[in-house]
Nanobody, 121 residues
Framework: QVQLVESGGGLVQPGGSLRLSCAASGSIFSINRMGWYRQAPGKQRELVAV???????NYADSVKGRFTISSLNAKNTVYLQMNSLKPEDTAVYYC???????????????WGQGTQVTVSS
């Protein structure tokens, strides 16, 4: 099993910044991809930013130029730096990791418990 522990959410004014972190632990052979999704009230969960083990990143159009996801580090931790935050960024942010499961190396998807980000004056 793999556990994901998130931190860094909170309340921030429009234009402010927050940094989210997600640390993966447990039976990890390797991590194929890791990143962040978010879900606002009444909306579906959506991709925010993900990074592959090779360093390839993918961002939602709505956050390009404002959010930056770090590369995966040796401690299986990824960070999301969020700048120029807007009220529409308000949501629960979930960490996700795609982990191959030995011996078949089938890919399993794991989720964190979520952290609330509220952007409001």
């Amino acid at each position: 099993q793999v556990q994901l522990v998130e931190s860094g959410g909170g309340l921030v004014q429009p234009g402010g910044s927050l940094r989210l972190s997600c640390a993966a632990s447990g039976s990890i052979f390797s991590i194929n991809r890791m990143g962040w999704y978010r879900q606002a009230p009444g909306k579906q969960r959506e991709l925010v930013a993900v990074v592959s083990s090779g360093g390839v990143t993918n961002y939602a159009d709505s956050v390009k130029g404002r959010f930056t996801i770090s590369s995966l580090n040796a401690k299986n931790t990824v960070y999301l730096q969020m700048n120029s935050l807007k009220p529409e960024d308000t949501a629960v942010y979930y960490c996700n990791a795609i982990v191959p499961q030995p011996p078949s190396l089938d890919l399993n998807s794991y989720w964190g418990q979520g952290t609330q980000v509220t952007v409001s004056s």
